[in-house]
C-alpha cells in the first residue's frame, strides 16, 4: 500500500498529527481545533474551544476523498465512498492501526486542552461560557454533522411533487425577485388540474424509490465500517400504490 505511505502526509497539509500533537500540547493545539464561539472578553485568555478529534475511520476518508475525486472527477460521492469503504476494509491491520493510535493520541490531546481551559476560568466564567457558546454549538455540530453526511455520500431525501414542480418552474422564471417567482409558481400550481399534477406526482414518487435503494445501499456500506450510528431506527419503505396530496 504505497499510495497509502504516501497519503499519510496529507494528514500534515490539513493539520498535525495526534502523535505530534501529544508531542508539544499547547498553542498549537487550539487553532487546527477551533470549534465554538468564545466571547471576546475571553479572547486574552482563549483563542478557541476544541472539537472532538475525527475518528479512524472518518479521517481515512478525509484524506483519500480528495484523491479519488480527482482520479474520478464526473464520478457521484456515493460512488467514491463505496471504493473508499473498500479500501479501508482491504487496509491491512497494521496500517489501519496508525489511524486508530491518531485518533487515541487526538482523543487525549482533545482531553487535556480541555482540562486546560477549564482550569484557567473562574466558577462565574465557566457558566458565562457555557450559556454563550451553548446554542453557537449546536448550531455548529448540526452543520458539521450536516457536513460530515455529505461527505460520506447520504443520499438526498425525496422531493415531493410540488417541490418538483416549483424547482422546475423556478428555473424557467426570468423576471421579479424569488419572491415574486414563488407566489406566481404557487399560483400556478393550484391551478394546475388532477391530471396535470399527476405528472409531478409520478416524479415524486419515482424520486422516492430512488431515495429508498439508494439509502439501503448507502447504510449497508455505514455497517460495513462500523458507522451504526448513521443506520435510522425504523425504516418505512413507499408503498406501491401511495398516494400523494395535492
Known sequence: MALLRGVWGVL????????????GCGSRLRSPFSFAYVPK??????????????????????????IFKAQNPDAKNSELI????????ELPESEKKIYEDAYRADWQAYKEEINRIQEQLTP??????????????????????????????????????YNIFIA???????????????????????????SQKQVYVQLAKDDKIRYYNEMKSWEEQMMEVGREDLIRRSIKYPAKNDPEKF
Open 12 to 23: 500534515n497539509a490539513l493539520g498535525k498529527s495526534g502523535a505530534d500533537l501529544c508531542a
Open 41 to 66: 472578553w475571553f479572547s486574552s485568555n482563549l483563542s478557541g474551544y476544541p472539537k472532538k478529534p475525527m475518528t479512524s475511520y472518518v479521517r481515512f476518508s478525509k484524506e483519500q476523498l480528495p
Open 82 to 89: 463505496k471504493k473508499i469503504a473498500k479500501l479501508w476494509r
Open 124 to 161: 462565574s466564567q465557566m457558566v458565562s461560557l457555557e450559556k454563550e457558546i451553548m446554542q453557537k454549538r449546536l448550531k455548529k455540530k448540526a452543520l458539521i454533522k450536516k457536513r460530515e453526511l455529505t461527505m460520506l455520500g447520504k443520499p438526498k431525501r425525496p422531493r415531493s411533487a
Open 168 to 194: 422546475e418552474r423556478f428555473q424557467e422564471a426570468r423576471d421579479g425577485t424569488s419572491q415574486v417567482k414563488l407566489k406566481a409558481i404557487n399560483e400556478n400550481w393550484k391551478n394546475l388540474s388532477n
